[in-house]
DNA sequence: GGGTATTTGTCCGTATGTATT
DNA sequence: AAATACATACGGACAAATACC
């Protein structure tokens, strides 16, 4: 008895997924059904069930049953672009999500002033509790949530002359672009940082995820630098990890082209 | 009593845990005392500990308790590079791993030759079926897993002259420099596509990660490009997301520098 | 809207197995 | 070998969410 039996039932369910007996979206067994099928308490039918869901192969829901999980066609972001122009404020996506015939939304931004915490200061290289302006938006395509971006400003652009970080509109062109015009300062490039975590409660909730950290997301923290080198935006984007892919591209690569677009499994085009 | 019980007993702890009361790495009271604590049974307090441990707050382990994870200073690696040279082989990392001080060493290759599945040749745009040459190594930091990497060539690259790729050993210099000395293939760019899963067994095993899917991995698909636009490699690399951060370089940044490393939170320098 | 059946979620108690010290 | 602590497995009771009539 080397495996214990509630993996034992998980390895067999997830061959019946795998192999397509159970099909993408279909129903399982209820628990009492599969109790009675494998001979175990319904307690350890539930494990079985837990331990497939954390691999991220079945939902439960409450009311209704188990479900095998449908793969989702993923947005793909591209991460590499125009160093000189966006990179990361509220045009360029716009125009990226068009392209592949979704309607993209965005909210209005929540604009605060806020100081610095460690992370924003030391992204920034600014001194922790120093001011900076926080611009905060939710974005939505084909009414679906798809990300969260806060992007934090040091205080001294807007005293520069860059007065409309602080109004609670987007900014038409960029903020890239307005920072160029309004104060001279033009962005020579960005580095983005990717990691992967759990998500927290508002984000569970806004991308309507389990509480529980099953689907992670995706933490991308984009430094914007000046022709000086120095730092002038930092923006956080934070995206599931379900439903999203990112892309670098690096060299001469083709166009985008040819809808041969992909259904799932690997990153293809 | 809107939440359900285990989870406020997580929730206690989480803040205790946030709050420093519960320090990284150290130990949990045991579930007998937490049942005490909470006048909880011993499965209610078994529910709270499980839910933070797909937070990725704590792990257990038999025999000795529960312990509050402790963060990893991760790795960062690079995904943007000089698109002509390297690019996914052999030699990049290591220039990059020495650099942050670090030992790295890569296993032999383990050489392959199959027929493309539907991933691997959607990628390269050639037949399913079609043969391939598949390299794939393992590769460890300070003794420690650090990726799984393997690339796909078209067979039609040893038959242009490129026969080395069959040897199972690693190519010095790098097998981008070695397909242009070869058989006059230059690598002009490359396109990565980054997704996140759960480790498969052998991914596990290999990142001594939980058998469970907590900790999740990245899957970046690397397709390169000559200058033609043809596809010339496909390299699939995986790395645990718990000890790994991306980079990707736009445009003019500042040298790496400055060695006020990170400790962890925010994706710093 | 209400009522009922179905299905998963929560919580308990208990017994035994396995890993570690 | 013994003690400790988590892991597995069972059975039972009731709650909450959903679907259907």
């Known amino acids: 008895m080397?495996?214990?039996?509630?993996?034992?039932?998980?390895?067999?369910?997830?061959?019946?997924?795998?192999?397509?007996?159970?099909?993408?979206?279909?129903?399982?067994?209820?628990?009492?059904?599969?109790?009675e099928q494998y001979?175990?308490?319904?307690?350890?039918?539930?494990?079985?069930?837990?331990?497939?869901?954390t691999l991220g192969l079945v939902e439960t829901r409450p009311g209704q049953g188990t479900f095998v999980i449908e793969k989702i066609n993923p947005y793909v972001t591209t991460l590499t672009g125009d160093a000189s122009s966006g990179g990361g404020d509220e045009t360029v996506y716009i125009a990226e999500v068009a392209a592949s015939h979704r309607e993209s939304e965005i909210s209005d931004p929540r604009v605060e002033i806020l100081r610095a915490d460690r992370v924003v200061a030391s992204?920034?290289?600014?001194?922790?509790?120093?001011?900076?302006?926080?611009?905060?938006?939710?974005?939505?395509?084909?009414?679906?949530?798809?990300?969260?971006?806060?992007s934090y400003y040091p205080m001294t652009l807007v005293r520069a002359g860059a007065t409309r970080l602080l109004e609670a509109t987007s900014i038409d062109g960029g903020a890239?672009?307005?920072?160029?015009?309004?104060?001279?300062?033009?962005?020579?490039g960005y580095r983005d940082t990717i990691a992967v975590r759990?998500?927290?409660?508002?984000?569970?909730?806004?991308?309507?995820?389990a509480a529980d950290g099953?689907?992670?997301v995706f933490d991308i923290f984009r430094v914007a630098f000046d022709k000086q080198g120095n730092r002038i935006r930092l923006t956080v984007t934070v995206y599931p990890c379900d439903r999203n892919?990112?892309?670098v591209d690096v060299g001469e690569v083709?166009?985008?082209?040819?809808?041969?677009?992909?259904s799932v499994p690997g990153p293809d085009e």
Chains 1, 2 share one sequence.
């Open 198 to 209: 759990a998500p927290d409660e508002n984000e569970a909730w806004f991308f309507k995820l």
């Open 39 to 53: 001979s175990a308490s319904r307690n350890t039918v539930r494990d079985a069930i837990k331990w497939l869901t």
């Open 123 to 150: 992204n920034l290289r600014i001194d922790q509790g120093a001011q900076v302006v926080s611009r905060h938006q939710q974005r939505l395509i084909d009414g679906t949530p798809w990300s969260l971006q806060t």
């Open 2 to 35: 080397a495996e214990p039996m509630y993996r034992q039932i998980a390895e067999d369910l997830r061959l019946k997924i795998e192999s397509g007996e159970l099909p993408r979206g279909s129903q399982l067994a209820t628990e009492i059904e599969l109790r």
């Open 254 to 262: 083709p166009p985008r082209g040819a809808p041969g677009t992909s």
């Open 176 to 188: 890239t672009a307005y920072l160029a015009e309004s104060c001279d300062i033009h962005q020579a």
């Open 214 to 216: 099953r689907v992670s």
């Open 245 to 247: 892919r990112l892309r």
